[in-house]
């Protein structure tokens, strides 16, 4: 019974795979998408010019309002944070965007290895939960604030209102397409965790590894985490800046205050714990489903092959060809690899990692040095 309802489901999702992603594109919208489709509707304006202006109409806006306020005289490098923080923003939407519309077609992929309903239903929760619901909304204000709080004390002897200012122009909206980003590192890896949880995947036999849907799900992981470290790239850049102007100020900028230290400290923890970790999960969780599938098909020709060996005291004159094609298929079978990730995208994963590294060591020089003596600290606490 339960047989021929895989095979139903099969029939009906070869069938009804491009319903599928269609219904996925018109149901499950996040907010942040619905805006730039509606203005795409009134003005007909590609997404990506619709970036460029909502730029250049927001700085405007913002240097008239500090040109009426004065706000602009009691804050250095406003520009520079501002204009960053926007282009995080803009960045971390189109990206937000251009991961849904990828998304949807691995899913269309996956289809194609899941057994039944339910292991589709139970995936499309998930997906709801990375794109269209209540999580996104308190990880935004939840970061949104946090982003604010830093920006606030970031400077600290500027008057109140200008702190309040700055912090609503600068750290509320950036950091809360970063607590966006951060939901969705969350749910995709849940995602993941779900996956490795069904049983009867219906894998490539000679080649799991290179299943069309496990190989473009480590595709597009593998691209969540080079998109999140180029985002955390970007908010880099201010202090880089900061850095190697420091003592070209008047007065110059210390760069040992316990505000810029917390800040900077809040990104670096942010960066070199989350971006690693979530590149290699989903690769290894994606691993342990293609070597459990690899293990079930050796142990299943191994079965046949012993059935024929041994269902007379020797070997059959007329099974020993039979014999040989199922060791070729089993031998195939055991070489093939295991790591669903290719090699592109481990190289581009690795670059933007190491020039992120590069910006943070240029930012902070002495990054190495304390970090060896917070070692030994804790070293010598231990003892």
């Not at 930012?363 to 030994?376: A, E, N, R």
Request: glycine share 4%; with cysteine; net charge positive.
């Amino acid at each position: 019974m339960e047989e021929k309802e895989n095979v139903k489901t099969q029939q009906y999702l070869g069938n009804n795979r491009s319903s599928f992603e269609i219904k996925l594109r018109e149901e499950f919208i996040p907010p942040y998408i619905q805006i730039f489709r509606k203005i795409k509707k009134i003005t007909s304006v590609p997404i990506s010019i619709q970036a460029t202006i909502i730029i250049g109409v927001i700085s405007l806006l913002t240097w008239w309002l500090t040109k009426v306020t004065g706000t602009i005289t009691y804050l250095p490098d406003f520009w520079l944070f501002f204009i960053s923080s926007i282009s995080i923003v803009i960045f971390g939407l189109l990206f937000m965007r251009y991961v849904w519309c990828k998304h949807i077609q691995v899913f269309g992929d996956l289809l194609s290895i899941l057994s039944n309903q339910k292991q589709i239903d139970d995936l499309k929760k998930v997906f709801i939960l990375m794109y269209k619901s209540k999580s996104q909304l308190w990880s935004f204000l939840s970061f949104s604030v946090l982003g604010a709080i830093i920006v606030f004390f970031l400077y600290p002897p500027l008057p109140f209102v200008s702190k309040v200012y700055n912090s609503i122009l600068i750290g509320f909206p950036c950091a809360g397409v970063a607590g966006l980003g951060a939901c969705l590192s969350l749910t995709s890896s849940i995602f993941i965790y779900k996956l490795t949880k069904f049983n009867n995947l219906k894998l490539n036999p000679l080649n799991p590894g290179q299943t069309v849907g496990i190989a473009q799900l480590s595709k597009l992981m593998s691209l969540y985490a080079t998109l999140f470290t180029i985002e955390n790239t970007l908010w880099l850049i201010p202090f880089v800046y900061l850095s190697l102007t420091a003592q070209t100020r008047i007065p110059p900028l210390n760069l040992d205050s316990l505000s810029y230290q917390s800040a900077f400290a809040l990104i670096i923890i942010f960066f070199c714990i989350t971006v690693p970790i979530y590149f290699l999960y989903p690769q290894l969780a994606l691993r342990r489903i293609i070597i459990r599938e690899k293990n079930g098909l050796l142990q299943k020709i191994e079965g046949y092959i012993k059935e024929l060996c041994f269902k007379t005291d020797y070997p059959l004159e007329k099974d020993i060809p039979l014999i040989e094609k199922y060791g070729e298929i089993f031998n195939r079978i055991q070489r093939s690899k295991t790591m669903p990730i290719d090699v592109f995208s481990g190289f581009r994963f690795i670059g933007s990692l190491a020039f992120s590294l590069f910006l943070i060591i240029i930012s902070k020089p002495t990054l190495l040095t304390d970090m060896m003596d917070v070692f030994q600290k804790l070293r010598d606490l231990f003892k």
